[in-house]
């Protein structure tokens, strides 16, 4: 009885276990789908007359020091031709200064639609995935036939791999300076984190104490199963590596704490079993050939 009343216990710590995982997991879900999904305004003139900018973040490039903004220019008071369908009423040119300095245009009765503009990303390094963080800073300025028209932001985060904390501040007369940080998802950091910890157990917990430890000190010979297992672990890991989120580039921390050390041992715990077997091998075959090839 004492028995089975420690297995219903065992049974149900592990059925608490799940669940409280399986609630941290969906906690985690909508407080990071919260925090993503939410619109920010930034730097909002009080004037009537004024150009708002939708502007979403894709497409972030870190290795190549760019990302995406689509823009999507909205007008406001005496600007806006009909309020309902966002159509100008005159000719407003919108200037976005940062990588390149990029020139947008709505003529009268145009709708807004979103055009995308490169913004550069500075003070960051690739290679330090996934603790990787970047800064950006643009100048959005817009004037009409009358001179300059009072600019406001309202951002929008939508690229899954990466996390942008935005900021926006009035530049004088001619503009808001949006600026902001750009980090690794939350998600992401989880994944790669996932990825270390699986890599190192695999290395150590799997191939090197249960595979070649087993194999090395009972002297068993070849066994191919297991050489076949460790070969197969010594591939995957680098698919598994290449399926990191974000793409990150060789070389980078990930690779230097855990990918680069896990291959070393599996490769190296596969040499030394291969070695051990063969030298298994031979003794056998000279111990069943030594008496059987001996003449009188």
Known sequence: MSGRRLRDRRF??????????????????FNERNTRQQTRELSLPTTGDWVELDVTSQDIDAAGGEMTLYVVP?????????PESGT??????????STTRTELRAEPGEAATPKPVPANLYGGTPTDYPFDRYRFEVLFSAADATG??????????????????????????????????VTRARS????????IAAMWALALALAVLAGAEVLYRGRQGMVWPSLGWMAATLFALIGMRNAAPGTPPIGSLIDYVAFFWAEGIIAACLVVTVVSGSRVEHRKRGDVGGPAGAGP
Request: proline share 6%; aromatic share 14%; net charge negative.
């Open 12 to 29: 149900l710590l592990v059925l608490l276990i799940l669940a409280v995982l399986c609630s941290a997991g969906i906690a985690l879900y």
């Open 188 to 195: 992401t950091f989880i994944l790669a984190w996932f990825m």
């Open 74 to 82: 909205v007008p406001h008071g005496t600007l806006a031709q009909d």
């Open 148 to 181: 300059a028209v009072p600019v406001g932001v309202v951002f929008g985060d939508a690229d899954p791999f990466f996390f942008v904390r935005p900021a926006g501040t009035p530049y004088g007369a001619e503009g808001t300076v949006f600026e902001g940080r």
């Open 88 to 97: 100008f009423a005159r000719r407003v040119d919108i200037t976005v200064r």
